[in-house]
């Protein structure tokens, strides 16, 4: 198996440039999710891998086979990528087994390979029912089969999930990433969800107007987002603004830790703080500190079960939101001690 390697591509659909410059490396075995707003070229990249939409500049290919570059693109089936659709899309006449089938070839241990796609994706019960008599789920999971079946060296998943209710589509999507990692297939699974991108990726994609913002783990993706773009485009962010000096960002939450992306601000320069809502802890052992920390009154919870977002009223002037364990919540109107329990980032502000 080889790495999928995607070098400087520029891809245009319709009229517009919706792929620009992108370079990725994808290897082998690997799951990575491509993540961005609708029409930030998500599918057009998937396109161009499989064949479906040329590259107008640099290229595309496995190991050391050249899939695309500009005036030469190997034809989909002739590539070895599978796809699987956001709408299932099967043959209507056609059985379970029939429409994984439509991709084994004929010949010796056909029937044998169906029934293997089908027990694989967990429809081994289920191989004569009709698509009319299948859940979403479970169309799904034919598709999945049905793009398995030829053996792809890399799979490529067009939000697969999207049509699913909320439940089926948590319970699907840990199984499908299981099985593919089971399968050592690699796979590329465009979302605009960004849970599904972080809790299923081993690295995440972030497109944007066709640019790669950025490619790393989702822990770097959460943690450490290349751009204030990234940071407030994947998870809740608290933005302040406040003075740099020497590694610290004075604010409304005190003097914050913080490290520069991407720029070196000097001593003195405005520059923009972000945090993300959990990095803001309440500090009452600090009461007594009155250097450290900031005070704030609880102004609104909201409850989400496992945890909560607080607003709280800096007494400085301003509002931030930190997310908490429900667990010995305080309570609308209390008076608090907060602190930033990890270095923030600081960005430049935006002009
Ligand atoms: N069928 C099409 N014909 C012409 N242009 C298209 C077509 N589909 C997409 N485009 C153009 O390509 C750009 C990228 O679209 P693409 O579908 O790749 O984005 P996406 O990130 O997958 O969006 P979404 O999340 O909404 O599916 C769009 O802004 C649009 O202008």
Redesign the pocket.
């Known amino acids: 198996m080889s790495d999928l390697v995607v070098s400087g591509a520029s891809v245009i ?2 009229s ?1 440039l ?1 792929v620009d410059d992108v370079s990725m490396t994808i290897r082998s075995g690997e799951l990575v999710a491509v993540l ?1 707003p ?8 998937l396109l161009a891998i499989a064949g479906l939409l040329p590259v107008r500049e640099g290229s595309i290919a496995i190991g050391s086979r050249e899939l695309s570059r500009p005036g030469r693109v190997v034809p989909p089936e002739k590539r070895g990528i599978g796809w699987v659709p956001q709408e299932a899309s099967l043959f209507p006449h056609l059985s379970v087994a029939e429409n994984i089938g439509f991709a084994v070839p004929r010949g010796r241990g056909r029937a044998a390979r169906i029934r293997e796609l089908a027990e694989l994706v967990g429809l081994g019960a289920l191989t004569n029912r009709a698509p009319n008599q299948l859940s979403g789920g479970q169309a799904q999971r034919v598709a999945l089969a049905r793009a398995l079946a030829p053996r792809p060296e890399v799979l490529l998943l067009d939000e697969p999930f999207a049509a699913l209710d909320t439940q089926l589509r948590t319970g699907l999507r840990r199984e499908v990433a299981e099985l593919l990692r089971a399968q050592g297939t690699t796979s590329i699974l ?1 979302t ?1 969800d960004q849970e599904e991108a972080l809790t299923l990726a081993d690295r995440v994609a972030v ?1 944007r107007d066709g640019h790669l913002e950025q490619f790393g783990t989702p822990e770097e993706i959460y943690q450490q987002p290349a751009s204030d773009w990234v940071a407030r485009f994947v998870g809740d962010v608290v933005e302040l603004d406040g003075a740099w000096r020497g590694g610290r960002v004075t604010c409304a939450l005190g003097a914050v830790e913080a490290a520069a992306v991407g720029f070196t601000p000097a001593d003195g320069d405005t520059v923009r703080l972000m945090l993300r809502p959990e990095w803001i802890v309440p500090r009452p052992d600090l009461l007594a500190h009155a250097a450290a920390g900031a005070d704030a009154r609880v102004a609104s919870i909201s409850y989400a079960g496992h945890d909560a977002m607080l607003s709280c009223d800096l007494t400085a002037g301003l509002t931030v939101r930190m997310r908490m364990a429900a667990v010995d919540l305080p309570a609308v109107g209390e008076d608090l001690r907060l602190a930033v329990q990890r270095p923030g980032l600081a960005y430049p502000v935006p002009a």
């Open positions: 659909h319709g517009t919706a961005g609708s029409g930030c070229g998500k599918t057009s990249l465009v605009h497109l």
